[in-house]
Antibody, heavy 122, light 111 residues
Framework: QVQLQESGPGLVKPSETLSLTCSVS????????WSWIRQPPGKGLEWIGY???????NYNPSLESRVTISVDTSKNQFSLRLSSVTAADTAVYYC????????????????WGHGVLVTVSS | QSALTQPASLSGSPGQSITISCTGT?????????VSWYQQYPGKAPKVMIY???IRPSGISNRFSGSKSGNTASLTISGLQAEDEADYYC???????????FGGGTKLTVL
């Protein structure tokens, strides 16, 4: 069974860079699409972006100028970097794996990590 | 403001059926059959309940069903049970950016 685990600092200072890693176990990172999704406390879900194992990325325009998602196939991990953070970036950050549907290779988020709360505060 | 519109809250009694709507546009819900629904308990990660509008993943109760008409998708839960009390989110692939959009979520209360 595929398992995802987020890791990284739980506290980041304003204007600094948030860095998280998602470690994948129980399966290969290859041949799949992977995503980061966040959820501010008490609010809804926001898609941050995705990466294909080959390195192709697509980001939410609202974050694109500050976000980088990368993949390390040798470590079976992918990562998120979000620069110039503010209190508005305080959220639970989830990593997730897309799963194929009958007609496309990535139609829904079938596997999720437990999530990690990142607080932006001085 | 979320890209997809869901009712903020709904309630129902055990045994009843409820339907959660998810309204988008011709650029997302109306354009593709890539609408999925997620159940989320407090402090837990979301879990997919329906994908590609109406497909139930293995292990999901057949009390959960999905449909779509035009720019609006719907999740129906029949035979409500106490364990169905949770937040529900819809999401859809879009023709533009962002590529994936979520609804604002619906808090379901089982009375």
């Amino acid at each position: 069974q595929v398992q995802l685990q987020e890791s990284g600092p739980g506290l980041v200072k304003p204007s600094e860079t948030l860095s998280l890693t998602c470690s994948v176990s129980g399966g290969s990172i290859s041949k799949y699409y992977w995503s980061w999704i966040r959820q501010p406390p008490g609010k809804g879900l926001e898609w941050i972006g995705y990466i294909y194992y080959s390195g192709t990325t697509n980001y939410n325009p609202s974050l694109e100028s500050r976000v980088t998602i990368s993949v390390d196939t040798s470590k079976n991990q992918f990562s998120l970097r979000l620069s110039s953070v503010t209190a508005a970036d305080t959220a639970v950050y989830y990593c997730a794996r897309y799963v194929a549907g009958p007609t496309a290779p990535a139609t829904h988020f079938g596997y999720w990590g437990h999530g990690v709360l990142v607080t932006v505060s001085s | 403001q979320s890209a997809l519109t869901q009712p903020a809250s709904l309630s129902g009694s055990p045994g009843q059926s409820i339907t959660i709507s998810c309204t988008g546009t011709s650029s997302d819900v109306g354009a593709y059959n890539f609408v999925s629904w997620y159940q989320q308990y407090p402090g837990k990660a979301p879990k997919v309940m329906i994908y590609d509008v109406s497909i139930r993943p293995s292990g999901i109760s057949n009390r959960f069903s999905g449909s779509k008409s035009g720019n609006t998708a719907s999740l129906t839960i029949s035979g409500l049970q106490a364990e169905d009390e949770a937040d529900y989110y819809c999401t859809s692939y879009t023709t533009s950016s962002p590529r994936w959009v979520f609804g604002g979520g619906t808090k379901l209360t089982v009375l």
